[in-house]
């Protein structure tokens, strides 16, 4: 009955499901195929050339790929794209096929695509994709070819340098390809109009042209004031050639013009300080910054310590910042106390070494070469620094000594092997104003066992640690000076008389015995010697050099 109502109603019953890949006529595309669709649609008639490239690419790419098979698919994949690269090369997928092609190619095929392109360089810089065949260009291109693209950026340098992806093509051509006129030629787009219109080819840098025209000097560094300000941002900060500029600025500018540039770039300088131009820009704003702004430039360098200890150049500007901050409570608290917890990573890296050895003996000739000294004192004498250089000195070790003795007070017998390391060992006896006692304790437990022929891995007779404890050794008599205790002393106090004298079965053992006797006063001399006097018939016997002048030792009055 419900039926025939319904029949009535014009209602024929419930309807039947569609099948989710049939349509009306039961053949509704799947996914993948409505994918290739769109794509036949947006390459129009290129679709069949792309997929055919890709498959080529893909054969292309593999590195089981014999040089034969690459060569004939570069040829045949070159055949393919030909006369339509500049198209190509703004695509996401075929952009990469351009890139290999320029990779594997030969010079021919490689002079045929940058034919195609060479009137788009600064387009294809802007492209998300089409930037990478630029790279590609500038890394397998000829020589004339990476001149003709640098000499396509003239005159567009600040404009790329501030767009985010041509900044990337501009930054490659800058570090990796450009020589040394180029690089100058670029850098004066920033000098002003005249120079992005009118390259100077004899100008090399800014330096030179101050020297040949100083009249120009204050009118260019406002042109470089200006032209800086919208590249003071994160992303355009990143780029080698904007640190450049800047450090060309620094090193030209009044100290008042300084100061109004510090304020921008106070929280940016952690992004420039890994590049030497940059580096010397970080510096240049500690020294000249105020206590405010120094005060600002540390707190950016909270738990990027140990990183930038690490840098080439970026601990340089840690060595500044000794140098220079009056706040030597805020220094302890972010940036050595972070150097106090990663101190085995930083000592194990040279240039961490000399982070940590310029807080023990600042600027110490036996550590620094004169011209890495010559660096910092460019900082002495400014105007924003008041304490006296040996109180700051004195003020950031007394709070470093402590955790340095700590340091080296456990595992002294790998300290001691470990040449690179062992040398800081005089330097912390020497200067760190916490008690040293720790680690003189710690050298004699690592002395602590006697000699065996053959151990060339005892600490007497390693060359390393040997060398260590000789320059200990050698500081008895300063330290005897200052009424304090040497390492001698410790020895004789805490080594047994047996083991003294299985050091003089060794070469380096001898002489360290030697070196003990000629550095200790008479006390110690007289009981070394009693403690030795049982090895005289021995010492005779042994042919090496250091056994011959040991006994010459105990046997002098």
């Known amino acids: 009955m419900l039926v025939m109502v319904m029949s009535c109603l014009g209602h024929s019953g419930p309807k039947e499901k569609k099948s989710k890949t049939e349509g009306e006529d039961g053949a509704n595309p799947t996914k993948k195929e409505r994918k290739k669709e769109r794509k036949m649609k947006k390459l129009n008639t290129n679709f069949e050339l792309v997929e055919k490239a890709k498959k080529m690419w893909e054969m292309l790419r593999r590195d089981d ?106 930054e490659h051509a800058y570090n990796e390809v450009a020589n040394a006129t180029e690089r100058a030629l670029l850098a004066q787009e920033f000098y002003g109009p005249s120079y992005v219109l009118f390259k100077d080819q004899g100008a090399k840098t800014l330096s030179q042209l101050v020297k040949e025209t100083p009249a120009v000097k204050e009118q260019v560094l406002d042109h470089i004031r200006e032209a800086l300000t919208p590249c003071l941002e994160k992303s355009s900060l990143a780029h080698s050639m904007v640190h450049h500029i800047l450090f ?109 050895l310029h807080l023990l003996s600042p600027r110490d000739p036996r550590y620094f070469h004169p011209k890495y000294v010559d660096v910092l004192k460019q900082g002495d004498g400014n105007s924003n620094s008041k304490k006296d250089a040996a109180v700051r000195a004195k003020e950031l070790l007394d709070y470093f000594s402590v955790g340095v003795v700590e340091y080296f007070s456990d595992g002294m017998k790998e300290h001691l092997v470990n040449g690179s390391v062992g040398i800081f060992l005089p330097a912390v006896i020497e200067k760190s104003t916490a008690d040293v006692t720790p680690i003189y304790a710690a050298i004699c437990d690592a002395c602590n066992e006697a000699y065996v022929e053959g151990a060339e891995n005892h600490v007497v007779e390693n060359a390393a640690s040997h060398f260590v404890m000789k320059k200990l050794v050698q500081m008895d008599k300063q330290r005897a000076e200052q009424g304090l205790p040497g390492l001698t002393d410790e020895l004789m106090q805490r080594i047994p008389e047996k083991v003294l004298q299985s050091w003089t079965l060794c070469n380096r053992g001898a002489f360290l015995l030697v070196n003990m006797l000629e550095c200790s006063q008479a006390p110690v001399v007289s009981k070394l010697k009693k403690s030795l006097s049982s090895m005289r018939s021995e010492l005779a016997d042994l042919g090496f050099k250091g056994a011959s002048v040991l006994l010459e030792k105990l046997n002098a009055k």
């Open 248 to 356: 060309e600025y620094f090193e030209h500018a009044s100290n008042e013009k300084k100061e109004t540039l510090i304020e921008t770039l106070q929280e940016q300088l952690i992004h420039i300080l890994h590049t030497h131009d940059g580096s010397r820009v970080a510096m240049q704003c500690i020294w000249y910054g105020s206590a405010k702004v120094r005060k600002a430039i540390v707190k950016t360098f909270k738990t990027l310590v140990m990183k930038i200890a690490k840098e080439e150049h970026g601990h340089f500007v840690l060595l500044a910042a000794f140098d220079a901050v009056d706040d030597t409570k805020l220094m302890n608290k972010i940036i050595l106390s972070e150097l106090k917890e990663n101190l085995t990573a930083i000592i194990q890296d040279p240039n961490g070494r000399k982070v940590v």
């Open 65 to 170: 790929c014999t040089d034969d098979t690459r060569k004939t698919l570069c040829r045949n994949l070159f055949d393919s794209v030909q006369g339509k690269i500049k198209q190509l090369a703004f695509a996401h997928d075929t952009s990469r096929v351009i890139e290999c092609l320029m990779k594997y190619g030969n010079e021919q095929q490689r002079t045929a695509i940058f034919n195609e392109i060479k009137d788009e360089i600064i387009a294809m810089s802007k492209s998300k994709y089409a930037k990478f065949v630029m790279i590609k260009m500038l890394m397998y291109g000829t020589k004339e070819q990476k001149k003709k693209i640098i000499e396509a950026f003239y005159g567009n340098v600040r404009s790329l340098l501030r767009h985010t992806i041509a900044a990337q093509v501009i």
